[in-house]
Each structure stands twice: as C-alpha cells, then as structure tokens.
C-alpha cells in the first residue's frame, strides 16, 4: 500500500486543482467530525483522500470497470454521476492497495449513502456535503444540522439533493431515499 504522502500525489495528479482543493477539505472536515463522534480520523483522512478519485474518469472507463469487475450493474440505469464512488472504491482497493474494508465502504456509498451507513461513511458523506470550499443554497443549514449529530447532517444533506434532483425533474436514484429514510428512523 501506498503511504498517506503517496496516496495524496498519486490522486492529486488525476484531478483538476479545484477537485483537489475539494478533496482537501473534505479531509479537513472528516477528520473534525470524526474526532467529534468518535469514528476513526486516520481512516476518515484516507477515504476523504480518495473519495473522488474517479470522479473525471471516462464514462466509458467507469462503464467498463463497472461491468468487467462484477461491481453494481444496477448503477448504469442510473445517473453517471453516481458511478465514480463506485469505481472509486474498486480502485482504491485494486491500484491503491487500500484494503481496510470500512475504508472502502465509505468510498462506496460516499455519493448515495446506504441502508445502515457506518459511522465513517456517515463522516465522509457529510463531510462531502460540508467542506469549507461548498457554498451551494443551504450549505449553511446542512452545517448547522452536522453540529447537532451525523444523522441530522445527512438528512438535511439527502433533502437537499432530493429536492435539487426533484426540481430538475431528474431521476432519484431509490437507495438514495432509502439511506434518507433509515436516517430518520435512527433519530
Ligand atoms: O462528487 P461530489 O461532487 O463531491 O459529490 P457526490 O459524490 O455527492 O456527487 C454529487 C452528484 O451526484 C450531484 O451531481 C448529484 C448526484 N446525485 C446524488 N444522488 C443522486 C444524484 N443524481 C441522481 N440522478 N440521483 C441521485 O439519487
Ligand atoms: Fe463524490
Ligand atoms: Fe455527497
Ligand atoms: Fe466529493
């Protein structure tokens, strides 16, 4: 496996600098919540690192990492922009030798969230929502809400894509409201 040192070089270099100054502060903001909460910062530092490491790969590359590797087929009918976590996470595992399975999951489900999230892939969902650089229309709310407990964060996260994709009139992907919905019912 890569050191931390070498992780941030090898991912930086696949990015736009804007993409790696979002990158920094969803480390910076996954190691904050996660000393608040009690999850692990060294593991939050590394997912956050390579959270997005996909996300300007070809869609055809991530189409095919997607079919030829058995990963979730079911994410091809759905929006593109919901492949990279998954691809992330293959990568990160194959061609980064990550190979801490909590690690990998909150690379997984960093995008949709999921049924039963961790508590790190609560920290870099929300950290993905809240980091310093974000300034879409209610950041400053999703903000606030992190400060009262991870769930809370993640709700007024998922509420906010919802009703984004809603007035879009783009499709939801249906885990995405079963993660809000599992959320609620862990209030
Ligand atoms: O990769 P980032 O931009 O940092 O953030 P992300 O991994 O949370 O991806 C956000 C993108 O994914 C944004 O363009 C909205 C899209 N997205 C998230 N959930 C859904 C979704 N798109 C659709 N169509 N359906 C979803 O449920
Ligand atoms: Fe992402
Ligand atoms: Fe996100
Ligand atoms: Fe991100």
Not at 35 to 59: C, Q, R, T
Not at 170 to 177: G, S
Request: charged share 25%; net charge negative; glycine share 6%.
């Amino acid at each position: 496996a890569l050191s931390r040192e070498g992780l941030i070089e090898a991912v930086s270099a696949q990015m736009p600098a804007k993409r790696w100054k979002h990158t920094q502060g969803v480390m910076e903001s996954a190691v904050v919540l996660a000393e608040k909460y009690g999850a692990d910062p060294v593991k939050a530092d590394i997912a956050a690192i390579l959270h997005d490491v996909a996300k300007y790969w070809p869609v055809a590359e991530m189409e095919a990492v997607i079919r030829d590797n058995g990963l979730n087929i079911e994410l091809l009918h759905h929006d593109k922009q919901l492949w990279h976590s998954e691809v992330g996470a293959f990568v990160a595992e194959r061609d980064y030798g990550v190979s801490d399975s909590e690690i990998i999951n909150a690379i997984r489900w960093h995008t949709s969230g999921r049924v039963g999230m961790s508590l790190l892939d609560k920290v870099v969902c929300l950290a993905d929502y809240i980091e310093p650089g974000r300034d879409f229309p209610g950041v400053e709310y999703i903000r606030e809400q992190a400060q009262r407990s991870l769930e809370e964060g993640l709700i007024a996260g998922f509420d906010s894509t919802i009703s984004l994709l809603l007035s879009q009139r783009r499709v939801i992907y249906p885990l995405t409201v079963l993660s809000r919905n599992d959320l609620i019912a862990q209030l």
